[in-house]
């Protein structure tokens, strides 16, 4: 995907205001049904993606960002979880973790990609820079899962992967 730094850093901050919100919210569910480990690796994740969103908004100074759709940052749910199922069924920390882990790797391929692909030598840099701390996100849910017990309800095929980015 050959993307031209302005909207590079458009999807990254863009994804990374995403991801600062969505692990809020899943903390937030994970204190009110007191999984309050769950919840405290919620809350840090959520202060990297603040950190890094500053971080990126740094980088971006006075470049103006294109817009873009909301459907080519926002977090998804696996297609078989919609509407109030796809509620109770994040209550499940597993679950709620496996959500977050498809959505860190759905960004880890796209900056990748984005590292393959782009023309721009600093697109390219950064797009490097980016994966990397994406792969130790997923690294660290990765673990987190591991130690989480699977629930009765999962995904039905368990998948580990989302549509790609763009
Ligand atoms: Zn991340």
């Not at 919210?25 to 999984?35: G, P, Q, S």
């Not at 919609?82 to 499940?92: I, K, L, P």
């Amino acid at each position: 995907m050959d993307l031209a730094l302005p909207e590079f850093l458009a999807h990254a901050v863009a994804l990374e205001q995403e991801a600062a919100e969505r692990y809020l919210e899943l903390a937030d569910m994970m204190e009110a049904h007191r999984n309050d480990a769950v919840a405290s690796v919620f809350r840090s994740m959520t202060r990297f993606s603040q950190l890094h969103w500053d971080a990126i908004k740094l980088r971006v100074g006075s470049i103006t960002l294109p817009q873009l759709r909301s459907w080519e940052y926002r977090w998804r749910s696996p297609p078989e979880v919609g509407g109030e199922e796809g509620f109770d069924y994040m209550m499940e920390s597993y679950n709620a973790l496996k959500y977050a882990r498809a959505n860190e790797l759905r960004a880890l391929e796209f900056y990748r990609t984005v590292a393959d692909k782009s023309s721009d030598a600093e697109v390219r840099r950064l797009a490097r820079e980016f994966a990397s701390e994406e792969a130790e996100h997923v690294a660290a849910l990765d673990k987190w899962v591991a130690m989480t017990p699977r629930p009765s309800t999962t995904w039905q095929d368990d998948p580990d992967t989302l549509p790609p980015l763009v």
